[in-house]
């Protein structure tokens, strides 16, 4: 593989370029960001923080600086159809004394403090970078702090420096299972935990509701819209189905080990994935009926689509896409949904992605295109430009290289407003991608460049 100019030489394993002359060897992922290439990734705190914020009533006091909590504060398109709290931070507020004589005895202070105002169920704490640093002993004053108060307040080691965002996950994954094995109900239920999924703009409703169409009982979800109460069911149920498996095999592994709750992958992004998802989900239950509810639903909805998605072929055919998202699963996903609509993926990558993941990618996009593992801007933009692509598909740190380059931009991340998966994520996605790569902004800007 000859590499491309302005590729960090140690940065060429994570790329797969040309996969004609590769020999085979497979693309490196699930390591740390080599130092120095500016890594779109965020650390390990945030990964954790993302997978629990959504719990609606739960306290996340940030034990750090206050620049950890705000940078935090907020940060999902999570709804709730219950409590809000989750919406706010708290932060211990460490400054330069605390980093020398400890904060401890602020940290005890600012748990009992959440506790008097508030009187919770549920508290995380989390270890940032300097606490690492410092040695304060977290999961001590948290094991006090319960025994004192009989609630659960439970230690996420999160120091940022520690690893990457995929270690924030399973920190996330470990104070999940701390919670639920401390609470076992013993009667199991016939129904199913959705793990990975945090409702971003309503889209677990959305899921809940396909499934309810179909005769699949939800028994709790990990994290959007669930609660203290809701989650402490999750060892009753039968199933974990898995949406975002770069935050959630993890756990769902340790369910199946330890509490002997199987799980399956699905995705709900695009009409393909959906149909496949619902039929797997109805089969893994060992449930013919809903199998059959199944099938005759998703071909109800597929034909309901197949004359909006054609209006909009015509205007998307022989386009080209990047897509650069956290997760493997999501990424296939799009590449199937581009796909549909007449368009051709020519770079992909993920921040999270393993190696099953990246098979199942290479299998489905054309020999030459480019496909990255933790990615940085000079990568995307380098790889963007030589295959000329009309639009990417990311997150909230790759929009203004997308316009910079004067490249239409799908905002495919956890702060968005509206939904993108089920069927009805296929019509809002569709008319997004429309509306940004069509629009006459982008005529101007070539006008202008060609002058």
Avoid at 174 to 185: F, R, T, V
Avoid at 194 to 206: M, P, T, V
Avoid at 379 to 398: C, N, Q, R, W
Wanted: glycine share 10%; with cysteine; aromatic share 8%.
């Amino acid at each position: 593989m000859e590499l491309v100019t302005g590729v960090l030489e140690e940065r060429k394993d994570f790329i797969r370029y040309d996969r004609e002359g590769c020999g085979g060897s497979g693309i490196r992922c699930d390591t740390n960001s080599v130092s120095g290439a500016v890594s779109q990734r965020a650390c390990v705190y945030c990964g954790a923080r993302v997978v629990l914020n959504p719990i609606t009533d739960a306290f996340h006091i940030v034990h750090g600086p206050i620049g950890c909590a705000s940078y935090t504060w907020d940060i999902r398109g999570s709804l709730s159809s219950g409590e809000e709290i989750y919406r706010n931070s708290f932060s211990t507020d460490l400054r330069e004394q605390d980093v020398i004589f400890g904060g401890e005895k602020k940290l005890t202070k600012a748990i009992e403090e959440v506790i008097e105002k508030y009187s919770p169920k549920l508290i995380f704490v989390y270890a940032t970078c300097i606490v690492g640093v410092i040695g304060d002993d977290v999961n001590a004053v948290c094991k006090s702090m319960s025994e004192k108060y009989h609630i659960n307040v439970i230690p996420v080691k999160s120091p940022g420096f520690s690893g990457n965002k995929s270690v924030g996950y399973k920190m996330a994954c470990n104070a999940l299972m701390e919670l639920i094995k401390g609470n076992l109900a013993t009667k199991k239920q016939v129904g199913v935990n959705i793990l990975g999924d945090f409702n971003l703009a309503g889209e677990i409703w959305i899921i809940k509701e396909y499934l309810r169409k179909i005769g699949i009982p939800v028994i709790s979800t990990f994290t959007g819209d669930s609660s203290y109460e809701s989650l402490i069911k999750a060892p009753t149920a039968t199933l974990n189905i898995v949406q975002c498996a770069g935050s959630s095999t993890y756990l769902a592994n340790r369910m199946e080990e330890e509490l002997g709750i199987p799980y399956i992958k699905v995705s709900f992004f695009g009409i393909e994935d959906t149909t496949n998802s619902l039929i797997r989900i109805a089969e893994a239950m060992g449930n013919e009926k809903a199998k059959e509810k199944a099938v005759a639903f998703t071909r109800e909805e597929t034909a309901r689509l197949e004359h909006f998605l054609s209006q909009y072929k015509k205007r998307l055919m022989g386009k080209k896409a990047a897509i650069y998202v956290g997760g493997g699963f999501k990424a296939i996903s799009l590449i199937r949904q581009f796909h549909s609509l007449g368009m051709e993926t020519v770079v992909v990558g993920t921040q999270t992605g393993k190696k099953d993941d990246y098979e199942v990618i290479e299998s489905i996009v054309k020999k030459d295109t480019i496909i990255l593992d933790d990615a940085n801007p000079a990568e995307l933009e380098t790889f963007m430009k030589e295959k000329g692509a009309d639009i990417l598909v990311g997150g909230v740190k790759e929009r203004p290289l997308a316009y910079k380059l004067g490249i239409a931009f799908c905002d495919h991340n956890h702060e968005r407003k509206h939904p993108l998966a089920g069927f009805e994520g296929v019509i809002n996605f569709t008319k997004e991608i429309n509306e940004s790569m069509n629009s006459p902004v982008w005529e101007y800007i070539h006008e202008l460049e060609e002058e």
